[in-house]
């Protein structure tokens, strides 16, 4: 189960996992209905986004 952080619209939806990170989940009428709090199964979806870590460049020299 996910907590939903954000709804975008009816097919998408931004959730907090259950370790912190942020996914966005795609899916027909996913978010239909759907309040920021609410809790979601992640299988509903049909595309799953992670965000990853982002990396600092340094330039050296």
């Known amino acids: 189960m996910?907590?939903?952080?954000q709804v975008f619209s009816h097919?998408?939806?931004?959730?907090?996992?259950?370790?912190?990170e942020t996914e966005i989940l795609v899916g027909k009428g996913i978010?239909?209905?759907?309040?920021?709090?609410?809790w979601?199964?992640?299988n509903v979806a049909s595309r799953v986004?992670?965000?990853s870590e982002r990396q600092r460049?340094?330039?050296k020299g």
């Open 2 to 5: 996910r907590k939903i952080l």
């Open 11 to 20: 097919n998408a939806v931004a959730v907090e996992s259950v370790d912190g």
């Open 31 to 38: 978010g239909f209905n759907k309040r920021k709090g609410d």
């Open 40 to 42: 979601i199964n992640r």
């Open 49 to 51: 986004f992670v965000e």
């Open 57 to 59: 460049v340094v330039e």
